[in-house]
């Protein structure tokens, strides 16, 4: 690996798989890969290893097709939660976040996303930790915070509201008149590492009395490939870019790794999910592929898989999954296996 990591400017250097520790016969084995598996399905996938794009493979798409990143987003999100407390905009992860963002308990049993669902007295107690790790129950009634981990929006739409009110820029009563949490993503990740990704809002289809303001509006993120490969370089990077600090390099490490009150409370089948990140930490994601990884994830097979000890980045906008599990036997352990 080189002594200096080169960090790429407005485009990506290109070197050659064998010139960065692959087999010679890499790129080609990964095209027959996907010419084996991918039906009629378009794909794009792309590889980083010690800073240098080593190879390409796509269908009907190109690396500069902007896609929506779905749950990949939350990744970011965790990134603007590190940021927000190192400037002092929250307190701790561990502060409430009803004490910044009070309107998340102001919904009413017919104003939730359906009947039964809505702000209960246990909300009071969920911590920005638990809205980043899904373990949060928001508006789930008999899940105390803390205690399940379950997959869900509206709970990470309330920590994205609640950083973007922290400063200044969401108000539940203006939505689309607040330039919200995707303005503050490129503030403080994307225009700082010359990144190019847009955000809209998105809203599931309600009812008429849903409070949208308060738990709807998901901060959607679309992005090309280039733009994905910059923030899984960055977070490769302990999230430094260029010997600039931009994610808290202890926060990083954090979010990437199973936080104790999932390995207090549940199941270790459960034991794959970080702050805002999918890990392998206890190798129960991908058992095949190193226990440093973890990933960005999203609906569409949208996937940033990062591998420190690989110095390897690993995009697919899209890939050819339906299960991210899939990738412990596929793309990403055949690329494993390509690397030296």
């Known amino acids: 690996m080189p002594d200096a990591h080169p960090f790429p400017g407005a485009d990506w250097e290109y070197r050659g798989p064998a010139s960065q520790g692959f087999s010679d016969d890499a790129g ?8 084996r598996n991918a039906g009629d399905r378009n794909y794009c996938a792309l590889v980083v290893r010690h800073g240098y794009i080593v190879g390409f493979w796509l269908r009907r798409t190109s690396l500069k097709s902007p896609v929506r990143m779905a749950s990949a987003a939350k990744s970011l999100y965790a990134g603007v939660l590190g940021i927000a ?25 017919r104003e939730g ?37 379950h997959y869900q929006t509206y709970g990470m739409n ?34 700082r590492i010359g990144g190019t990704w847009t955000y809209s809002y998105t809203n599931f289809d309600l009812w008429d009395q849903a409070k949208l303001g308060v738990y709807g509006y998901y901060t959607q993120l679309s992005a090309s490939a280039f ?13 430094t870019w260029a010997g600039q600090s931009v994610i808290p390099s202890a926060w990083h490490v954090e979010e990437t790794q199973v936080p104790q009150m999932i390995l207090d409370h549940c199941p270790d089948s459960e034991w794959r999910y970080g702050l805002g990140f999918w890990t392998n930490q206890y190798g129960k994601l991908w058992p095949h592929l190193p226990t440093d990884s973890y990933a960005a994830s999203g609906a569409g097979s949208i996937h940033i898989w990062v591998c420190p000890s690989l110095d390897l980045v690993v995009v697919q906008s899209p890939g050819i999954w339906s299960d991210q599990a899939e990738n412990d036997t596929g793309l990403l352990r055949l690329v494993v296996g390509v690397c030296d």
């Open 28 to 35: 080609a084995a990964i095209g027959s890969w996907f010419e």
């Open 85 to 109: 407390v190192r400037e002092g905009k929250i307190g701790s992860v561990d502060d409430l976040v009803a004490d910044y963002y009070p309107e998340m308990m102001e919904v009413g049993e």
């Open 158 to 191: 309330v920590l994205t509201h609640a950083l973007a009110k922290a400063y200044g820029y969401y108000n539940a009563d203006d939505p689309t008149g607040s330039p919200g949490c995707g303005r503050l993503i490129e503030e403080k990740i994307r225009d």
């Open 113 to 149: 996303p359906k009947p039964g669902r809505y702000a209960f007295g246990k909300e009071k107690d969920i911590t920005f930790r638990h809205l980043i790790s899904n373990t949060s129950g928001y508006m789930k009634p008999g899940e105390q915070p803390g205690t399940v981990f």
């Open 227 to 239: 733009d994905m490969a910059r923030m899984g370089y960055l977070w490769l990077r302990g999230g």
